[in-house]
């Protein structure tokens, strides 16, 4: 049983293509068509095409075995969206039109004015106007897990000592610490983004998938089977062994 999964996005639509086109080489080489693909969350924010990014991932011929799982910055997004905007129910100290969290961006994509002039209000009305609504449809409606194998995906990570069925969805869309320097085992593999890292890292108990595709970085992808996992680049797949 083998799944791919595709790391934190942030409005790289190229990447995105780039990282399609590297899974279908990978099929044609392996054989496996049946595989779904996991985009584990963070599909806009801080590129420059988060739309080119949603549009694909939402169009009616859109690969029926895409499967993509909410990050935290899609639920910022979806709660800015929103008939009365809202900032997200866990980080409230979080404003998704502030710099560093790349909500201009996203709205710029779609033609919104977003000069820092605007005040927001006039920011979201504009953008209520200009986000399709299946594309806010489709924000509201992701999943926070997907099971498969022997793997367990999310966007952040899991709250260590709880069981998975038990997880809550702020810690699979937020969590950081005490999840990354947990060594426990979890009872599956935890595939993961959220957390910048230079390479794709497989921990034993989790795998890291984030390598920082909005800050310049590489967009990654993988192949899961059982508890093992290969990274699928352009030359074929190179085994990403546990380390220390």
């Known amino acids: 049983m083998q799944t791919y999964a595709i790391g934190d996005i942030h ?10 086109d590297r899974i279908a080489a990978d099929r044609a080489a392996h054989g496996d068509e049946d595989a779904p693909v996991i985009h584990l969350g963070d599909l806009t924010d801080r590129g420059p095409d988060s ?32 008939p009365r905007s809202a900032r997200d129910p866990l980080r409230d100290d979080l404003n998704w039109l502030a710099p560093p969290l790349g909500g201009r961006p996203t709205l710029a994509s779609y ?10 209000a006039e920011i979201h009305a504009d953008a209520m106007e200009a986000v399709p609504e299946a594309h806010r449809t489709f924000l509201d409606g992701l999943p926070t897990r997907i099971v498969r194998g022997e793997a367990f995906y999310c966007h952040a990570g899991v709250r260590p000592g709880i069981p998975l069925a038990d997880q809550v969805e702020d810690d699979l869309v937020w969590i ?5 320097s947990d060594p ?6 935890i595939v993961h983004g959220h957390t910048p890292v230079e390479a794709a890292t497989h921990y034993g108990n989790r795998l890291d998938l984030d390598t920082g595709a909005a800050y310049g970085g590489p967009l990654s992808v993988a192949v899961i089977e059982g508890r093992r996992a290969w990274l699928v680049t352009e030359r074929g797949r190179e085994e990403l062994r546990p380390v220390a």
């Open 111 to 120: 033609g919104v004015d977003v000069d820092e002039r605007r005040s927001a």
């Open 51 to 82: 739309r080119g990014v949603m549009e694909r991932l939402t169009a009616a011929d859109a690969d029926p075995r895409w499967h993509v799982i909410m990050g935290n910055h899609d639920r910022m997004m979806a709660h800015f969206l929103r």
């Open 176 to 180: 950081r610490e005490p999840f990354l």
């Open 184 to 189: 426990m085992e979890h009872g599956a593999l």
């Open 11 to 20: 409005g790289q639509c190229d990447l995105l293509e780039a990282a399609h």
